[in-house]
């Protein structure tokens, strides 16, 4: 069983949806999570990053982290087709080591 | 804005050749990591250097594979012999110090996608 789940997907919505993407985790020494947003062939870039428990908000994006339930979770409100793209979770113990595990990424696709 | 420099950005090479791929990473950023994706998957961490030293190299396959950073800097990642499953995008990150209030960020290249056939 891998350290962290996504549902791959591909998940497509109407323009203007509110989307939920998540992932699980096994690791509870996990303290640092990040979102990255992944173009098609392009490299990763940081979406969302939250340290511990609770919620975090910038525009239009939200991200949650409930470490009880070992469960993340990434809301985008009023989606537009440029968000169309690969969104990875990924996490890590410490900034120390700083070294991320990720999720396999969930497809998102959003429809004019 | 300062980016991650990668190259080649694609290479179609035969089995059993030799590859090598280059990360110029981020000036000023000591800690370079090398990550394999493999196609609809996540990346997966190959190599993790704080300087020119590795720090963790538990997932290098390296029976084929070799990483170094010579001074520090700049770092390159060969395969040889390349096999098929090794057909992925390879990519480099690198991040800041601790203690400079970062977040820990890792910063990725565009990647170097490999075919082997």
């Known amino acids: 069983q891998k350290e962290v789940e996504q549902d791959p997907g591909p998940l497509s919505v109407p323009e203007g949806a509110i989307v939920s993407l998540n992932c699980t985790y096994s690791n509870s020494a996990f303290q640092y999570f990040m979102w990255y947003r992944q173009y098609s062939r392009k490299g990763p870039e940081l979406l969302m990053y939250?340290?511990?428990?609770g919620n975090k908000e910038d525009g239009r994006f939200t991200a949650q982290v409930d470490k009880s339930s070992k469960y993340i979770s990434l809301f985008i409100r009023d989606s537009q087709p440029s968000d169309s793209a690969t969104y990875l979770c990924?996490?890590?113990?410490?900034?120390?080591?700083?070294?991320?595990?990720f999720g396999s990424g969930t497809r998102l696709q959003v429809q004019p | 804005e300062a980016e991650v420099a990668q190259s080649p950005r694609y290479k179609i090479t035969e089995k059993s050749q030799a590859v090598a791929f280059w990360c110029d990473p981020i000036?000023?950023?000591?800690?370079l990591y090398w990550y394999r994706q493999i196609l609809g998957q996540g990346p997966e961490l190959l190599v993790q250097f704080q300087d020119e030293s590795v720090v963790d190299d538990s997932q290098l396959p390296k029976d084929r594979f070799s990483a170094e950073r010579l001074k520090g800097v700049d770092s390159t990642l060969k395969i040889q012999p390349a096999e098929l499953g090794d057909s992925a995008m390879y990519l480099c990150a690198s991040s800041d110090k601790l203690g400079r209030g970062n977040t820990g960020e890792l910063f990725f290249g565009e990647g170097s996608r490999l075919t082997v056939l």
């Open positions: 939250t340290y511990s428990s």
């Open positions: 990924a996490m890590s113990p410490d900034t120390g080591r700083r070294a991320l595990t």
């Open positions: 000036s000023g950023h000591a800690t």
